[in-house]
Structure formats: C-alpha cells, structure tokens
C-alpha cells in the first residue's frame, strides 16, 4: 500500500497561497522599484497601497492633501502615475490586489488601461479591486459619497468585469478593519456577510446581470480578512464564514454550483495589534496570526499578506517586508502543513466552536437585514455605535488586565533593543520632497492635455451619473482624456454628494469596573468649578484625510464618561475647521489624532490658526503614530503632550488632559 494513504498525507502536496506584501510610498516610481525587488524575492503577487489623498479622491494640491501625499500609500493622480507604477511589470502576468474603495472604480479604470496599452487582454487580468465601501463608514474612513450611491458604484464594476474581465475579483468585501475597530468573530462574521447581502441585491436589483449569471457573480465575490492572535477561535472563524456563504449564496441567491458558492479569502493578519512597546514580540504575534489561515485546509485563505514587525512605529523598509515574505516562505516550503488533508475535519472542540460563531453570527446578520439591510444599519449608527461598544469593552479588558498583551500591560521589563538602537533607523522615511513633486506633477499633467476633450469626458460621466447607466465607460473615457483623480471624483461630489458617517459615540460604552475613573471625575468636576465653567469641554479633531477614528473615538467616549463635555465632528477636518470649533465651542483643551504620519503638517497649521484667531493659550495635546523625535519637535511648537500606543491606559490619559487643562490656566495641579 502507498506510504502515502497510510500516514494520511495528500497523494499530491497543495500549491502555497499568493504571497503578497502590502506595499506603497512615496512616489510610483519609488513604488515600481520595490515593486520589483519584492517580485525578485519571491512574491507572487502585487498588494498596492494608495495614499489617502488618492483613496479619498483628492489630488495632491488639494487643500486636504497637505502632509498626506505618498505617506501610506502610492499617490495615483492620473494615468501616467498608473503606467510609472506598473512600468516593466506585465499586468497579463500578475495577479494584483488594490486596496481602494471610493474610487476603485477609477484606479480599475486606470489599470486596464494600462493592461491595454501593455498589449494584454482584459479577458485575462488577474486581480482583486476591495471595493467594499460599507466598512469605510465604520472604520476606516475613506469614504466619499452616500452609501446608495456607493453601492451604485460597485454594482457598475462587478457588471463591467463580468464580461470584460471575468477573472477580475470586482470586489472583496473586508471584514479586517471591523475587527480594528472592536469587531468580535461574530460581529465580524456576521456585519461582512451583511455587506455581501447588500453588494448581491444591488447587483441583482440592477437590471445589469441576467439572473442566470448571479453565479459567476457569486464565484468572483472575495473576502478580505483581520487574523488575530488568538488563533485557535480564528480558524475557526474562517471555517463559520465558509458555512455561513455556502448557506447564503445557495438559499438567497439559488446557486446550485458548489464550486461557485466556495468561500473565497485574502487575508492581512492583525497590524492593529502590534505594539510600540517591545516590538520584537510582533514577531512571534504574525506568526501566529498567519497559522490561524492556514492551518485548516478547507478554510485556508487563497492570498497572504503580513505586516513588518515595525508598523507600529511607521512605515516599514524593504527589509522588515522581506522579513515578512520569509515567513511565508518558511511555512509553505519548509514545514509538512501543505502535504496533509484538513487537520481539523471531525474535532469536536472545533466543530463546536465553529456552531458558536454561525449561531451568533446568524443572530447578527438577521438583525441587520430586519433592519432593512446594511445600508441603514449604517445610516441610523447601529454598526458603528455596536463596534465602538466592543472596543470600548476590549480596551476595559486590556486595561484591568485580564487580556494580557506581553511588554505592554504585562512583563513590561526588557532588555534594550538592537533593533531599535540609537542611531539606527527602524522605518522607513518619506522625503518632505516627495509631496512638492507630486503637486508639481499633477499641475504639468494637467497643462500638457488636451482640455476640451477633458471637459467633454466629465461633462459624460456627469450626465451619466445623473442616470442609472453603468458609469464604467465613462470613467475609461475620462481616463483616456487625462482627468486627475480629484476631477472624477469632484465630478461626483457635484451629483451624488458628500457624507458625514455617524461617529457612534451615542452607543459606546462606559468604563464600567474602572476603579481609577471616580477619582478622575471628581477631579475634571472640581477644575470645571475653579474655572465657573459648569463642564470642561474638550474638542477632538481629526485633522487631514486619516480616517482611523477608532482611538480618538475611545478617548471621547472615556472623556465623556470622566465628565468631560466632548464636541467631536467626525473625521477629515481642515486645520481651519478644527480652529473654528474650538473657538465658536469655547473649549478648554484641543485633543489631534493623527494616525498617517502626517502629524509635523497637520498640528502646526491648528497651532497656528488658533494663534490667528487669538486663542495662543488653548492647549492642545496630540495622540498617534509619532516617533519621539517628532513628539519633541511637536513639544518645541507649543504642544502640551503627545501621546503614542504605549500610552494605552485611557484613564490615564484623561486624568493628564485635566492636568494640562489645570496648568494651562494657572491652577496647582
């Protein structure tokens, strides 16, 4: 007998997953090169980041791009960004993930136009465009339009790639930021497939898909997925999203084809959960997130991407993502894991906990879709004020102690660290240069093109917009005819609107068990008393295009709950919007969150509006991503504190808002 069917192992070893970095900076041209040096290394696959003024529609000189341009991603204005990134890298070749939402639609468009002038068939491109704009307005913030009009959008790409480009993934809906912003697995599981429901419904209710092809549509659908450390319950996460799709997709949508009905997964394990604090420990963290994805075969994911051991200090050099991609590489090519069936088929303690998981998450979809579906689940404030309640309850957990998170709330004694020794760089830096050429650049494309032939493509795409014709053709159109990101988009804005997302303040929860807070109170009561205030009031803002709102939104809830009065107007704010608030609210201390590396732009222009507008003495305390030497530069500008993600206490962190408040004004701490 075959050695082979005895030891139980595959009469053929498993192909590995697509090996991706997530990678994107500066310029295209910076991006192009390391692009290619991860290719040469082994990866199998391009994840591009964009920068925030491209995620968000906006063109490099816009007032809102400031500080933003090329530091979380590649800035794409236009179509010769599009051919600098992917110069000498053939399209029909590569399978290529873009993380962009809003506009994917444009940067798909930008990319088969590209593929085309390549000389490559769209017929053949092989690639996933996220798409999936319901958890912009819950967590990550690079929303643009009114999520009926966002799901209009995404519609139009998934008909257009149909028969355009049928092995194009038109959308990957993304459940990895809503477990960032507090998401437990059920909600998890349970909020993604309400989005799913949402993006098949508008697709069926389009007009635009024969209902006898809703199974290709199903079969090109994707997921994107958040791996935590505890990956045991992960796994077994991925194995309930797989129950719960097949379920779905053959009862809702009457798909007979098992093969179409597979569930489909990309994955980045958990950057949010790696910490400043001894970052080596994030080593062993990404390891065991990326088991959790692929240990059990019949829930593996089909593409991997893992975050640098230094993300939490900034954006990673080619070496910390090469660290990475071995990791990968160390688990598919050296270790057995691809030689076995599942490892998991018929373990009761995993059968039960995947039952869990469906139960609950079942709960939670049929709750949404009672609610009229996920659309209004946003619009009403239920999702977000659900998830800032579970973060609020996992942070309470951190902070008691009863999740241990090593080097940060436990065995906090270390050794100094070689790898981030003085004098040695640990991230990677954008040149201040970078943002001066990319406005230069976009100003000369716009100068060089043919400007009729621009206003006729925008005068299209707006007419068309104000239809219910697929905006696909327009868009390649304005493609061709040279418009900039910013002006598709703007053309938009004109005639779907903006949006202001609900912050879910409203629902998140208090510090209930936290003994410190009664202390903290009394103290905010009695400096609103020495001032004859009645309250203190405190004014969050989040200054530039950062949409991660998940810890200033955790600071105002724990503000609130001390007795501070908290004006919060959501994310995206200009420097003169925040100076505005402060003064017409007369607050008594400004709080930044600034989480893009943007922070040595974006807090001097509130500094120096609140000094035009006469309130030099109105603190203001900062908190995000800022290595100690711009937190100095910060202090030498007039900042009263900052604050990073070692600072994790947020009670903590409250009391010393008190004290700045306290010394701001003159009164003994």
């Given at each position: 007998m075959d050695d082979k069917a005895v030891s139980g192992r595959l009469p053929e070893r498993d192909r590995p997953w697509v090996m991706r970095t997530y990678a994107g900076h500066s310029s295209a041209t910076a991006t192009n090169a390391l692009f290619r040096r991860n290719l040469a290394k082994g990866q199998t696959g391009l994840s591009v980041a964009f920068d925030l003024p491209t995620q968000t529609g906006y063109d490099p000189d816009h007032e809102l791009a400031t500080g933003e341009v090329g530091r979380v991603g590649v800035p794409v204005a236009h179509l010769g960004d599009m051919r600098a990134l992917f110069d000498g890298i053939p399209l029909a070749e590569m399978n290529t993930s873009m993380t962009i939402n809003a506009p994917a639609m444009w940067l798909l468009a930008l990319y088969a136009t590209v593929g085309a002038e390549q000389g490559a068939e769209p017929a053949g491109f092989a690639g996933t465009t996220q798409n999936d704009i319901i958890k912009e307005y819950l967590s990550r913030g690079t929303y643009i339009f009114p999520p009926a009009a966002s799901l209009r959008l995404t519609a139009d790409v998934i008909a257009h790639t149909l028969t355009a480009m049928p092995r194009w993934n038109p959308v990957n809906i993304c459940s990895y930021h809503l477990q960032e912003a507090g998401a437990t697995p059920v909600q998890e599981v349970g909020f993604a497939l309400a989005t799913a429901v949402a993006v098949l419904d508008a697709v069926r209710d389009s007009g635009q898909v024969p209902a006898d092809r809703l199974g290709d549509v199903v079969q090109r659908i994707s997921f994107f997925v958040n791996a935590g450390v505890r990956f045991v319950e992960e796994m077994a996460k991925m194995r309930a999203f797989g129950r719960l799709w097949d379920e779905i997709t053959a009862d809702r949508y009457g798909v007979t084809d098992p093969k179409q009905r597979r569930f489909r997964y990309g994955v980045q394990v958990n950057s949010l959960g790696l910490t400043e604090a001894q970052p080596e420990n994030n080593i062993q963290r990404i390891v065991l997130e990326m088991l959790g994805v692929t240990l059990s075969r019949n829930a593996r994911a089909r593409a991997v991407q893992l975050p640098a051991w230094n993300e939490a200090l900034g954006l990673p050099r080619p070496w910390d993502q090469q660290w990475s991609l071995r990791m990968q590489q160390v688990l598919a090519y050296e270790s057995d894991?691809?030689?076995?069936?599942?490892?998991?088929?018929?373990?009761?303690?995993?059968?039960?906990?995947?039952d869990e998981i469906v139960a609950g998450a079942r709960v939670e979809l049929d709750r949404v879709l009672e609610m009229g579906g996920v659309v209004t689940a946003v619009e009403t404030g239920y999702l977000k004020s659900a998830l800032v309640g579970s973060l609020a309850e996992r942070r309470r957990r951190m902070e008691a102690g009863t999740d241990v998170v090593v080097g940060v709330n436990r065995f906090t004694?270390?050794?100094?660290?070689?790898?981030?020794?003085?004098?040695a760089e640990a991230v990677q830096q954008v040149d201040p240069a970078v943002e001066e050429a990319a406005v230069r650049s976009v100003r000369e494309w716009r100068a060089a093109r043919d400007a009729?032939?621009?206003?006729?493509?925008?005068?299209?795409?707006?007419?068309?917009?104000?239809?219910?014709?697929?905006?696909?053709?327009?868009?390649?159109a304005c493609v061709r005819a040279g418009v900039t990101t910013g002006e598709w988009a703007g053309a938009l804005r004109g005639v779907f609107g903006e949006y202001r997302a609900p912050t879910g303040l409203?629902?998140?929860?208090?510090?209930?068990?936290?003994?410190t807070l009664a202390g903290v109170r009394e103290r905010v009561a009695a400096?609103?008393?020495?001032?004859?205030?009645?309250?203190?009031?405190?004014?969050?803002?989040?200054?530039?295009?950062?949409g991660h709102s998940n810890g200033a939104e955790q600071i105002a809830v724990r503000a609130r709950d001390a007795g501070f009065e908290v004006v919060y107007q959501g994310i995206r704010l200009t420097a003169g919007q925040i100076v505005a608030a402060a003064v017409e609210e007369d607050v008594d201390l400004v709080g930044l969150s600034v989480l893009s590396g943007s922070h040595l732009a974006a807090v001097p222009a509130v500094l120096e509006g609140l000094r035009a507008a006469g309130r030099a003495d109105l603190p203001?305390?900062?908190?995000?991503?800022?290595?100690?030497?711009?937190?100095?530069?910060?202090?030498?500008?007039?900042?009263?504190?900052v604050f990073t993600p070692k600072d994790f206490a947020l009670t903590g962190i409250i009391d010393e808002l008190v004290t700045v408040v306290r010394e701001a004004n003159g009164l003994p701490g």
């Open positions: 894991l691809l030689e076995y069936p599942d490892l998991f088929d018929g373990s009761y303690v995993v059968t039960a906990l995947v004694e270390t050794e100094p660290s070689p790898l981030t020794a003085a004098g009729d032939a621009v206003v006729a493509a925008l005068a299209r795409l707006r007419a068309d917009a104000a239809t219910t014709a697929n905006l696909m053709p327009a868009t390649l409203a629902g998140g929860a208090g510090a209930g068990g936290d003994a400096t609103a008393r020495e001032l004859g205030t009645g309250r203190l009031r405190l004014l969050v803002g989040k200054p530039g295009l950062d203001v305390v900062v908190g995000g991503i800022i290595p100690a030497g711009d937190a100095g530069q910060l202090r030498a500008a007039g900042v009263a504190r």
